[in-house]
């Protein structure tokens, strides 16, 4: 146990020097289903998974309306490549202990009918105690609400195991109202996928968006105000 607690957080110490806002791991063991693209054999030998998380800006953010803006997008991109700037700096830190590692990309879509890459970091991330899966189909933190974006590294190099949050949305229902698409309902497990999808289809569209997203749902879960 004391390897795994001096390793966590050494790995810990990377990620927050690199930037990133939380951090946290979890077995991978009730997630290895919903993997896709990775080989079994690959998957079988890296029994942990990282999470990180970056906390978005709340200007960025509070300046979306009714429609994603090209100042998320640029927001959004560059997000997306500190966290897998961060995964491939812990994946070449164990790597150099004799151990392997496996970077997730933080916004690679490999199944595009139903906009899933190889695995959900917000499933990861809840399991290893980031936050919970909200009403919105989006990762829910204590912190910062939905305002984060994530990435995984998967691993053999042993670590200690974060326990899943015990919370949820409970009374607060703000990002409801807002959806333009209607997708988000008052059960989570509700949530129209098909829906939601089309909205963000509409919006590249009208707005030259080169990118699937629309942003005003996180804008609507601020976190520190969810009624728990």
Known sequence: MEEENKNYSLLKDI??????????????DNLKHKIMG???????????AISLAFRLSDKVIEDIKDHPTQLYLHHYRQVNYLLDRTALLLTDFIQKKGYQ??????????????QKGHLSHKLVAE???LGWMGRNNLLITPEWGARVRLVTVL???PLKVDKKLERGCG???????????????EKREDFDHLACFERLRKFRKEYNIPHYICGICVKACQGPSIEI
């Open 127 to 129: 399991q290893a105690g």
């Open 155 to 157: 691993t053999d190099f």
């Open 171 to 185: 009374s607060c229902k703000k990002c409801i109202g807002v959806c333009p698409a209607g997708a988000i309902k």
């Open 101 to 114: 590692a496996l970077p997730i990309p933080a916004s690679q879509v490999i199944d595009w009918e139903n």
């Open 15 to 28: 990620a927050f020097s690199s930037g990133m806002s939380l951090f946290g791991v979890a077995r991978v």
């Open 38 to 48: 990775i080989s079994p054999e690959i998957i079988d030998s890296l029994p942990f």
